[in-house]
């Protein structure tokens, strides 16, 4: 009977090697993986962020609808007694809207997500660092962790909240209690909460730049002092600036929504009002989280027209001390002002801007009337 020769080592080893390297499916397979993986995370991130949204303003809405409904029938005979009791109300919800916000998006970037999620150019440990050397140039750093973050959190939001109450008494009147629109003008009221008040911060806050005199009267070099702020930064701002930003994305944006849609109910005002916060908390904060895509009910279209990079935008404002004016980027892109902090994979590329689509046709219609 005959046996078999035993393979040489030569041969068991070039086997073994043959078996051991990936082959181009498995890694193709393995890519996939990792690609449907990052996907589904990026789906959990999103559906966390609006179903935190939906459900904490669901809460403020079963909260105040009581006080308003008893506000509403109130006899307004006495201005004064009815526009105190009606004001106590709306700054309350203001400071509970905004300080809930923009606590958590610092908690979030400090203490749960990873500092691969932050900017390069968004020195805050070394600005804390070297504290004494930026405070000649910068101004002051500001450490929560030293300083008393909750104290003086809550006296900026309650500073925040004066003039934003203020523009909420106009509102609030107007709401619906008992009705509520279609489901599906939701996502839609929500993102036109956003982009109006974008293009109407952008209109103001390049105002304020290009215009020295504005500059100072508003006293916008206060908020500028935070080169690098943290998310509760956003309304760290001058008087005449607190009341001018408080117009643009607390006011403005619910009056254009409801020329479109007509009167909002008090969930869907909560609703806008809580991602204009969220907005504002995000671009401050120099971390792109990977929830925020500037389109919360719809990410890839906010992928598509880059307002996942407003935080980058706005982060290379605060470096610059210029350019990138807005707040969720589609107004910067729409006029071509927007720019990228130092680092950022995007800085070398030329200004992108939304409306030159539109150039050769213009071009064109021009060479004609010439013609």
Not at 165 to 172: D, E, L, N, P, Y
Not at 307 to 332: P, Q, R, T, V, W
């Amino acid at each position: 009977m005959k046996r078999h020769r035993s393979a040489s080592p030569a041969s068991d080893s070039t086997t073994t090697s043959t078996h051991s390297s990936p082959s181009p499916t498995s890694h193709q397979q393995s890519e996939s993986k990792r690609s449907m993986s990052n996907i589904l995370l990026r789906l959990t991130y999103y559906a966390m962020e609006v179903g935190f949204q939906l459900a904490f303003a669901h809460f403020i809405t079963l909260v105040y609808s009581p006080i308003l409904r008893w506000l509403h029938g109130m006899p307004n005979t006495h201005i004064v007694p009815w526009f105190l009791a009606i004001y106590a109300t709306t700054l309350a919800l203001s400071l509970t809207q905004y300080f809930v916000i923009a606590t958590l998006v610092d908690l979030l970037a400090d203490y749960v997500f990873p500092d691969s999620i932050r900017l390069a150019a968004h020195k805050r440990s070394k600005q804390l660092a070297d504290g004494e050397a930026r405070k000649d140039q910068w101004g002051a750093p500001y450490d929560y962790g030293h300083r008393g973050y909750l104290v003086n959190h809550m006296l900026f939001s309650l500073r925040w909240c004066v003039p934003m109450s203020i523009a909420a008494v106009m509102w609030i009147p107007r709401l619906m209690l008992d009705e509520n629109p279609p489901l599906w003008q939701i996502p839609l009221k929500v993102q036109c909460g956003l982009v109006f008040g974008d293009l109407a911060y952008w209109l103001v806050h390049i105002s304020q730049h290009k215009c020295k005199a504005l500059y100072q009267w508003s006293d916008h070099s206060y908020h500028h002092q935070f080169r690098h702020p943290w998310g509760s930064a956003g309304t760290w701002l001058g008087t005449v600036d607190l009341l001018v930003a408080t117009f643009a994305i607390g006011s403005f944006n619910i009056y254009c929504t409801e020329l479109i849609f007509g009167r909002l109910s008090l969930f869907e005002y909560m609703l806008m009002i809580n991602f204009v916060h969220e907005m504002n908390c995000v671009d401050h904060s120099g971390c792109e989280f990977p929830f925020w895509s500037g389109c919360p009910f719809f990410p890839p279209l906010g992928y598509w027209l880059r307002l996942d990079k407003s935080i980058a935008m706005h982060e290379a404002h605060h470096n610059y001390n210029h350019y990138s004016y807005g707040l969720l980027g589609f107004a910067d892109q729409f006029f071509g002002t927007a720019k990228y902090p130092p680092g950022y994979p995007l800085a070398d590329r030329p200004s992108y801007r939304l409306t030159q689509i539109f150039d050769k046709p213009l071009h064109a219609v021009c060479a004609s009337i010439r013609l």
